[in-house]
């Protein structure tokens, strides 16, 4: 693969970014690749594991020269940290992100942008219940897909680019308006991980059932839950308060089903109830097709690190 751009800086040097590094570093992507870490711990991690070929203690001086910017930081400090760099930018550098709220992080982000650079959002679909620098590993966006969500204006060279850069990382590009992935997102990413950290507060809650008993006999699903939960906690604050509106719309939806079944159950109607597994089993059944999943036991996770 050829190289795209010269120099790459990733701001945040966590999960998405240390895989980024390593999956440039697979295919050749990038002249240098620079990186910047609040902690001094993530910054020595970074360059000791190969993520990246220099760090930085600010963002700034990370930013400095660089051809592509990502932001790779919790979503609701991603507006500070662009008016951090702005001073940085140089003319005709492009700007990104890997958050996955898109409507408010342009708008954050946006504002704090010169005129003289591209701002081309993105949200690659991929992820661990891991963080940190050390769980970053080169695959981690093969097949997978990332959304662009660039603005009716922005330069189409520029979003060529960056999605030039995304497929070589291996994943599959797909270009949507930011309202609508927020929308799409809440039902397939946000509200899961709601229901699946309240699921695990009620277990936690409940006195008639032990701690022991929750670890021993925990099944798929809840074992399932329970990985969801363990995610980045800053990480999923942000995402809740910086995509209400989806969220609250898709979690009204969900409420409005679960009194449905609710229902169903206080009056033994199997009808309705086989008739709601049977539908959502197809839904399943797609997305094993569609390999984002597997049918393996354990859902293959005893054989791959997955979504």
């Known amino acids: 693969m050829t190289q795209v751009y010269e120099k790459v800086a990733l701001i945040g040097l966590g999960l998405i970014a240390g895989?980024?590094?390593?999956?440039?570093?697979?295919?050749?992507?990038a002249g240098s690749i620079v990186g910047h870490a609040h902690t001094a711990k993530?910054?020595?991690?970074?360059?000791?594991?190969?993520?990246?070929?220099?760090?930085?203690?600010?963002?700034?001086?990370?930013?400095?020269?660089?051809?592509?910017?990502?932001?790779?930081?919790?979503?609701?400090?991603?507006?500070?940290?662009?008016?951090?760099?702005?001073?940085?930018?140089?003319?005709?550098?492009t700007v990104s992100d890997v958050g996955s709220v898109k409507a408010k992080v342009i708008e954050m982000v946006g504002e704090h942008l010169p005129d003289n650079v591209h701002f081309v959002p993105a949200h690659p679909i991929a992820g661990t219940e891991n963080s940190g620098p050390n769980s970053g590993f080169a695959e981690l966006f093969d097949?997978?897909?990332?959304?662009?969500?660039?603005?009716?204006?922005?330069d189409e060279g520029e979003v060529a680019k960056l999605r030039e850069f995304?497929?070589?990382l291996g994943a599959n590009v797909d270009i949507m308006e930011p309202e609508h992935h927020d929308m799409v997102l809440a039902v397939t990413s946000h509200v899961p991980h709601l229901i699946a950290y309240t699921m695990v507060g009620v277990a936690d809650d409940l006195e008639r059932v032990t701690d022991s008993e929750v670890i021993n006999f925990s099944t798929g699903g809840f074992r399932d839950f329970t990985r969801i939960a363990a995610s980045d906690p800053t990480m999923w604050r942000d995402v809740f308060l910086n995509n209400k509106e989806a969220t609250l719309s898709i979690l009204g939806r969900f409420t409005e089903e679960l009194f449905d079944l609710q229902r169903a159950i206080r009056h033994g109607d199997g009808d309705q109830l086989f008739d709601h597994f049977t539908r959502t089993r197809a839904i399943r059944r797609s997305i094993v097709e569609a390999g984002h999943d597997t049918d393996a036991d354990d859902f293959g996770r005893g054989q791959k690190k997955d979504d």
């Open 19 to 29: 895989s980024m590094g390593l999956a440039m570093k697979r295919a050749g992507l």
């Open 42 to 93: 993530s910054r020595e991690t970074a360059l000791e594991l190969g993520l990246v070929d220099a760090v930085f203690e600010t963002a700034v001086e990370a930013a400095a020269d660089a051809d592509l910017v990502v932001l790779c930081v919790p979503v609701g400090v991603m507006g500070t940290v662009a008016a951090q760099i702005r001073p940085a930018l140089k003319a005709g550098a």
């Open 143 to 154: 097949k997978k897909w990332t959304i662009l969500t660039p603005s009716p204006d922005t």
């Open 166 to 168: 995304w497929e070589a």
